[in-house]
Nanobody, 129 residues
Framework: QVQLVESGGGLVQAGDSLRLSCAASEGTFSRYPMGWFRQTPGKEREFVAAISWSGARTAYADSVKGRFTISRDNAKTTLYLQMNSLKTEDTAVYHC??????????????????????WGQGTQVTVSS
């Protein structure tokens, strides 16, 4: 069982930056494709970004492309999301997720929430105007 703990959320103004972190409990983290999702009350969970286990490939939602950067440090078993030029519509609870199980190609990314096996509790990001 992989445990994921997010941190780094907070209250910022539009145009500011934040860096989210997701610490994983297992050393096998380096084999897992990972992703970030976000959710606001009354809305479905939304894909934000994903990264392959090797870090060789990334994918982004159109709404964050060019502003957010996903990365990982497998030695530290930590996933990151650098968020720049934040907008009020980025306000949400951000969750990291890990996809377990098999051996994946180094460029495999998962963009669907249903593809992930483990989820963190989330960290709140609030962007004020």
């Amino acid at each position: 069982q992989v445990q994921l703990v997010e941190s780094g959320g907070g209250l910022v103004q539009a145009g500011d930056s934040l860096r989210l972190s997701c610490a994983a409990s297992e050393g096998t983290f380096s084999r897992y494709p990972m992703g970030w999702f976000r959710q606001t009350p009354g809305k479905e969970r939304e894909f934000v970004a994903a990264i392959s286990w090797s870090g060789a490939r990334t994918a982004y939602a159109d709404s964050v492309k060019g502003r957010f950067t996903i990365s990982r440090d497998n030695a530290k078993t930590t996933l990151y999301l650098q968020m720049n030029s934040l907008k009020t519509e980025d306000t949400a609870v951000y969750h990291c997720a890990a996809k377990n199980g098999r051996i994946y190609a180094s460029a495999y990314v998962a963009t669907g929430g249903g593809e992930y096996d483990y989820w963190g509790q989330g960290t709140q990001v609030t962007v004020s105007s």
